[in-house]
């Protein structure tokens, strides 16, 4: 048997004819950069995550330094970032010129620590970039109180959480902003590279809606240094479709998940879902030592797996002109070094489910 990491042709025939209809009204419109699909999705997600504003952009990188340009954050600012995240939080952080500032994150869920972010803030200190990594949501509440004394701004990387939430508190509702990748392979993905940006208020809607395009307060009049970080037509129309499956979709995540935590040995560390989260389980996580001995073993059985993210950011080449070295972040290192990403996906079949956990205990047993 062959279970693929991620099958997203599976999911496309699934909706082909409503994506193929979307698609070729696009196409005769010929509005292929915003226009009234960017408009309608941007709508559309506001009401999903119970947002004011919503703003479509072209992709999660470009939705995070856009948040960060619109809270004036820049040269000489420093940003809490956590440790391990994809490289794309810290880098926009770096792109505004300002400085990110690493904290160590929570083992296994590789949630930022929010014990330790007040030792890490100076007088430089303008936000927070709390990621809600793997799908579920980190401490909001605690990261709230933080910023509030502190006078800190928050900037949610929900890249890999939409429709997730901490104690009833949808992502983007307690923060300055919230962002979003809809890059392929998220719960919510284009057929491409998109993005998103929430926000309740509406002098950063106003701010962000302008930065993405050129700082036009109507054509050809640009009233500031800005960018072109527009969402493509095509991708808007993709996305509305893809929106109304949702909830579905992740229902069936959690299944997955929830088939993997009964049948997967106890003795192995799963992923699990914090107390007051809602975990859309955008990756299904497992933690051990001899990581790289079961993914090798398990690639022998046809099964695809992940990781993310081996190489946790302060040990990234760019960071070390701030003299990260190893041991400064040790559970964001031991997440780094034990864990692997499993399939997971809506559209995965149960034999498949099945297999990898037959498969992953054998070789536990085999090891034993």
Known sequence: MKVPFLDLKTQYLSIKKDIDKEVLQT??????SLGPKVELFEDNFKKYCNSKYAIGVNSGTSALH?????????????????????????????????KPVFVDTIYPSGLID???????????????????????????????RIAKKYKLKIIEDASQAHGSSYHNINVGQI???????????KNLGAYGESGC???NVKKLNDKIRKLRNWGQSKKHYHDEISYNYRMDGIQGAILNVKLKKM?????????VAE???????KSLLKSSEDEGNYHVYHIYSIFLKERDKLQKYLHSKNINTGNHYPVPCHLQKPYRI???????????????????????????????????????????????
């Open 114 to 144: 929010f014990n330790k972010i007040e030792e890490k803030i100076t007088s430089r200190t303008k936000a927070i970039i709390p990621v809600h990594l793997y799908g579920q949501c980190a401490n909001l509440i605690e990261i709230k």
């Open 175 to 185: 923060s300055d902003v919230a962002t979003f990748s809809f890059y392929p392979g």
């Open 27 to 32: 196409l005769k419109s010929s509005n292929y």
């Open 322 to 368: 701030f003299g990260y070295k190893k041991n400064d972040f040790p559970q964001s290192e031991k997440i780094a070094n034990t864990q692997m990403s499993l399939p997971i996906y809506p559209e995965i079949k149960v034999k498949m489910i099945k297999y990898v956990a037959v498969q992953i205990n054998k070789w536990i047993s085999n090891t034993s």
């Open 197 to 199: 940006v929430i926000t």
């Open 259 to 265: 088939m993997y935590n009964k049948l997967i040995d």
């Open 66 to 98: 856009l948040a960060l340009d619109a809270l004036d954050i820049g040269k000489g600012d420093e940003v809490i970032v956590p440790a391990m995240t994809f490289v794309a939080t810290p880098m926009s952080v770096s792109y505004t010129g300002a």
């Open 247 to 255: 909830n579905e979709w992740i229902s069936k995540r959690r299944m």
